[in-house]
């Protein structure tokens, strides 16, 4: 009678192609007991247990329980476990089960109560007849639950993958779909994926900002496992939390076994474990798997021979065996047939603006989301860099720094060229800064750049100024304020400099404040003020010297400049280039002098 539970209907379309992630919100299967109600139909479901007013006190039942609900719950617990153990599952695990499946415990215990309610056991079977003829007293409610599960025909399934996280209409559709695994084969399985898996730690929030990347980026004709990865996502995307939910364990687990069923049908051992150690070999942590098949789950379904076959594409992008891993990490849409094909592309492309390929492929490595954008979108910007004087190898350059810039909106690019024409940079001038510091022209007009020059302006570099002070050093516009160029500054004011002085040294010597405090400045000052006994207040003239190498210069010439017992400026010194140091301070063309203390 009810052997029609979990079959689909003949005329369904999944019986001819089965498509998880479109499962219907409903279950397909049939039965012949006749619900009063049905919690999915109801547009608001009765209270978990609700005890109907006209069943409170029947003639042939004994007197109820204080809590007769709680008795209830616990009956009912207590034969869903005893169902399940039916099928070989163990006594704790099926305790879990039963303590874990509220949906559908409520779902049985409502149906026995429906049955009650209209009389109508005499029309289930010769089970249900013999419960009509012996009445309430004799059979008992544990009982009657333990019917309706078995009556249910997914043998304990569906109350295990609800326990696993599942919602109750996703679990019936799942597992309608495993209906030839055996429960205890399923429960194992599942064990043994969380741990393979879902064990490791995985990147959180990062998940689901590289999915949102991934999906922005994308600007090419997709194929069917691109496709159900962007179902997967949107699906994701249409719950509380979106795509950062990705970076839940818990939640991830239940997303992918909606969506991807057949999951559960592959063997752990003959395919899942091979896999994930073939992954671990060519450099994905297993701490990490979980963020690689959240972001490309049709990997999961792959045999190691297509995985090698998919990756050997990229072989001259990722030259080492464990930079594969790393590759596949950032941008796992690289094994689709999609992304491949436009690979092709893009090599072709660049080829044809006389690139240079070891350009493109450490752009590739660095950024590989332009393996998703489209030529056409490619050929946009490299006009706009070549209107910059930018092409051939500079564009290499410029790319393999910053590949970023190739995915940019093109007038995104067109702003920071303007901001920096209004600052009085000519375009001739903004092609070697981008050359040199590529990172400026993806940064934030007004998050980034504007700060930079509030920044100048604050220590007393005026407006005037501020086209030599980033024609010099452009990287300021990418420096910290408060990791870099404040902790700077303010050490070299703790060395005794004003705060005019250090405007005064940015504006003749724009790199300072690019120094490290500790690899630079302090060694450098600390020679300064107490080997060489001057002042500090020198290098506001000569704010360069903290450029020169203190071992291969600045310490070689003071050594000769004090054995001749010279005085001369820090310009002096270190200014002139070895030949004319040499015949000025020492009459030779050699500068071979030992340090007083090395002869010691």
């Avoid at 012949?32 to 005890?51: E, G, Q, R, V």
């Avoid at 029309?123 to 009556?151: I, Q």
């Avoid at 030529?375 to 006009?383: A, D, F, G, I, R």
């Amino acid at each position: 009678m009810f052997s029609q539970f979990f079959q689909l209907s003949p005329t369904s379309p999944q019986n001819l192609f089965f498509n998880p992630l479109f499962l219907p919100h409903y279950p397909l299967f049939f039965h012949k007991i006749p619900f009063k109600s049905h919690p999915f139909l109801l547009p608001k479901p009765k209270p978990l247990l609700h005890f109907h007013p006209l069943l409170a006190t029947p003639p042939s039942n004994p007197a109820p329980l204080p809590n007769d609900q709680s008795w209830q719950t616990h009956e009912a617990q207590e034969a869903i476990s005893e169902f399940l153990q039916g099928f070989g599952v163990s006594q704790a695990d099926s305790d879990s089960i039963s303590s874990n499946s509220p949906r559908y415990l409520k779902m049985l215990v409502d149906g026995v109560r429906d049955l009650d309610e209209l009389s109508l056991w005499g029309s289930c079977g010769a089970e249900g007849k013999d419960f009509a003829v012996a009445g309430d007293a004799v059979v008992g409610f544990k009982k009657k639950v333990l019917y309706m599960a078995k009556e249910k025909g997914d043998n304990g399934k569906v109350a295990f993958l609800e326990s696993v996280g599942l919602s109750l209409s996703a679990a019936m559709n799942v597992a309608r779909y495993l209906s030839a695994e055996s429960l205890p084969a399923l429960v194992h399985k599942v064990k043994c994926l969380k741990e393979l898996l879902f064990s490791g730690n995985n990147d959180g929030g990062r998940i689901g900002k590289n999915a949102r990347r991934m999906m922005m980026y994308l600007s090419i004709p997709i194929d069917e496992e691109l496709q159900q990865t962007l179902s997967f996502f949107e699906k994701i995307q249409a719950r509380r939390g979106g795509l950062d939910m990705l970076g839940s364990n818990d939640a991830s687990f239940r997303y992918l076994i909606e969506s991807f069923p057949r999951l559960l049908l592959l063997s752990v051992e003959s395919h899942m474990k091979p896999m994930v150690e073939f992954l671990e070999n060519i450099g994905v942590p297993r701490g990490r798997l979980l963020n690689l098949i959240l972001l490309f789950p049709p990997i999961i379904f792959y045999n190691i021979e297509l995985i090698k076959l998919r990756v050997l594409a990229f072989k001259e992008v990722a030259v080492v065996d464990k930079d594969m891993g790393k590759l596949l990490l950032k941008y796992p849409w690289i094994l689709s047939t999609s992304i491949r094909e436009n690979y092709k592309e893009v090599l072709y492309f660049f080829n044809l603006e006389k690139v240079p390929i070891l350009s493109v492929h450490r752009a590739i490595k660095s950024w590989p989301h332009i393996l998703g954008c489209s030529t056409s979108k490619l050929k946009l910007m490299v006009e706009h860099f070549d209107e910059l004087g930018v092409r051939n190898k500079k564009l290499g350059q410029v790319i393999a720094k910053s590949p970023q810039l190739l995915l940019r909106k093109p007038q995104e690019l067109l702003q920071v060229i303007s901001f920096l024409e209004d600052l009085g940079i000519d375009k001739e001038t903004i092609g070697r800064i981008i050359c040199r510091c590529p990172e400026i022209f993806a940064t934030s007009i007004e998050k980034t750049l504007k700060r930079k020059l509030d920044f100048l302006t604050s220590i007393g570099v005026s407006g005037a100024h501020v086209p030599r002070v980033i024609k010099k050093y452009p990287e300021l516009f990418v420096s910290d304020v408060d990791r870099t160029l404040l902790p700077r500054m303010t050490y070299l004011m703790t060395l005794g400099l004003s705060a005019k002085d250090i405007a005064f040294m940015v504006r003749k010597f724009s790199p300072l404040l690019g120094y490290s405090i500790d690899e630079v400045l302090r060694p450098k000052a600390e020679f300064l003020v107490n080997t060489m006994e001057k002042p500090i207040t020198d290098v506001v003239d000569y704010p360069r010297y903290f450029s020169y190498s203190l071992e291969k210069k600045i310490k070689p010439r003071f050594w000769v400049i004090k054995g001749r017992n010279i005085e001369c400026s820090l310009k002096d010194m270190l200014g002139k280039n070895d030949d004319d140091f040499a015949a000025d301070y020492m009459g030779v063309g050699s500068m071979l002098v030992t340090s007083p203390i090395a002869k010691q």
